[in-house]
T-cell receptor, first 111, second 109 residues
Framework: GESVGLHLPTLSVQEGDNSIINCAYS??????FIWYKQESGKGPQFIID?????DKRQGQRVTVLLNKTVKHLSLQIAATQPGDSAVYFC??????????FGPGTRLSVLP | NAGVTQTPKFRVLKTGQSMTLLCAQD?????MYWYRQDPGMGLRLIHY???????AKGEVPDGYNVSRLKKQNFLLGLESAAPSQTSVYFC????????FGPGTRLLVL
């Protein structure tokens, strides 16, 4: 399940299960959205992006869903693996100049 | 192709000291960014540049200065470091999406 810790929301899932990480964005003018993965001690790494003219985009084991009506973005990870354990950030951008990042969600994969 | 590199990786400063963080990218990107990341928080934009010779303020610019004299380099300066500037600093450059460097961990005592 998902819980709010002292610092970051944490999502714990069993290995092999699907993970869904959610993000609410604030700017209705944002037209570009990105999900990043950040492992401990490293910089954020691009996972997948989506433009506002789409509502779904699939990559390898990952899917991003965009609901502009409620300003909500989600990242689905299929068959979650131990290597997926990390902090996941969503980011929004309007016209590609500034990127605003969410606070992040820590994904913990249980054996 | 090294991507985005940052130097130094780690630095300890005393309050009032100055330093410069260097970011370099070899992807010929126009846009470059400096962020800071504090525990339990996302990335906050300090300054950014849309091309050589240009800079602009981000969300938290106070106490920092930047320069973009060459397209491949983006420098972040702290003129008089304060403990509140203890953080991990990330540089990024972008074509369509952003590519991040490995970060610089700064501790101000």
């Amino acid at each position: 399940g998902e819980s709010v810790g002292l610092h970051l929301p944490t999502l714990s899932v069993q290995e092999g299960d699907n993970s869904i990480i959610n993000c609410a964005y604030s700017n209705s003018a944002s037209d570009y959205f990105i999900w990043y993965k950040q492992e401990s001690g490293k910089g954020p790494q691009f996972i997948i992006d989506i433009r506002s003219n789409m509502d779904k985009r699939q990559g390898q084991r990952v899917t991003v869903l965009l609901n502009k009506t409620v300003k909500h973005l989600s990242l689905q990870i299929a068959a979650t693996q131990p290597g997926d354990s990390a902090v996941y950030f969503c980011a929004e951008s309007d016209y590609g100049q500034n990127f605003v990042f969410g606070p992040g969600t820590r994904l913990s994969v249980l054996p | 192709n090294a991507g985005v590199t940052q130097t130094p990786k780690f630095r300890v400063l005393k309050t009032g000291q100055s330093m410069t963080l260097l970011c370099a990218q070899d992807m010929n990107h126009e846009y470059m960014y400096w962020y800071r990341q504090d525990p339990g928080m996302g990335l906050r934009l300090i300054h950014y540049s849309v091309g050589e010779g240009t800079t602009a303020k981000g969300e938290v610019p106070d106490g920092y200065n930047v320069s973009r004299l060459k397209k491949q380099n983006f420098l972040l300066g702290l003129e008089s470091a304060a403990p509140s500037q203890t953080s991990v600093y990330f540089c990024a450059s972008r074509s369509e999406t952003q590519y991040f460097g490995p970060g610089t961990r700064l501790l101000v005592l």
